[in-house]
């Protein structure tokens, strides 16, 4: 597993664009449904990811942060001795309906949504465009900026909801992210970690995106 960053690969062109935008409102759509029934099951999520987090980070920094709050926003608090940081989680979904099928199967009295799949192409690309797009709305939110000047900068985990996922995903993002523009990063984290499954578990690899 190796660094990786992001772009637009290439295809800046305005059909483009517009497809890109309309993926982005589905997805937004399918998140927003059935909000209530999905805040527990979420936060569940998000609060297993950072523990996990945390352990894996500890054992690889010879540290000891733990969780010491959950305000919501920020999604963690936490510190280690007198060192203090925040931690924000974001999920990357390969589309609109796989986000749907995803919650719909993980939310108790939600009708499950079977992905209807078809057929596929460019997936990787695709995916990679999906991740840079979520990272760059991270890095650029102002709403950021007051936890970083009360706690300093923050660890940012992207979680990947990607059916196909290997090497080459991580290739893909990886040149994606060396031609993106990072110029509007606000620097409100000071890490950005990818979240990806692995031999039954969460694995963390840090993101070297500019």
């Not at 920020?74 to 989680?89: M, Q, T």
């Amino acid at each position: 597993m190796h660094n990786k960053s992001f772009e637009n690969a290439g295809q800046n062109n305005a059909l483009l664009g517009r497809r890109k935008r309309r993926g982005a409102d589905k997805l937004t759509q399918a998140l927003g449904k059935s909000m209530n029934k999905r805040a527990p099951i979420q936060k569940q999520h998000e609060r297993s990811v950072m523990l996990n987090f945390l352990e894996w980070y500890n054992d690889e920094n010879k540290t000891s942060f733990v969780i010491y709050a959950e305000p919501e926003p920020p999604e963690a608090l936490i510190k280690d001795g007198n060192n203090k940081s925040w931690l924000e989680v974001t999920d990357t979904f390969y589309s609109a309906e796989w986000a749907k099928t995803k919650l719909s199967y993980a939310t108790p009295g939600e009708k499950n949504h079977p992905w209807k799949g078809g057929l596929q192409i460019n997936m990787d690309e695709h995916f990679a465009n999906q991740f840079v797009e979520n990272l760059h709305k991270k890095l650029i939110k102002k709403s950021y900026s007051p936890f970083k000047e009360q706690y300093g900068a923050g660890i940012l985990l992207i979680n990947l909801e990607y059916p196909w996922l290997d090497q080459n995903t991580f290739d893909d993002i990886t040149k994606c992210c060396e031609n993106t523009d990072w110029s509007e990063d606000l620097s409100n984290f000071s890490e950005v970690y990818i979240v990806y499954p692995s031999m039954n578990k969460k694995a963390f690899a840090k993101l070297q995106y500019a």
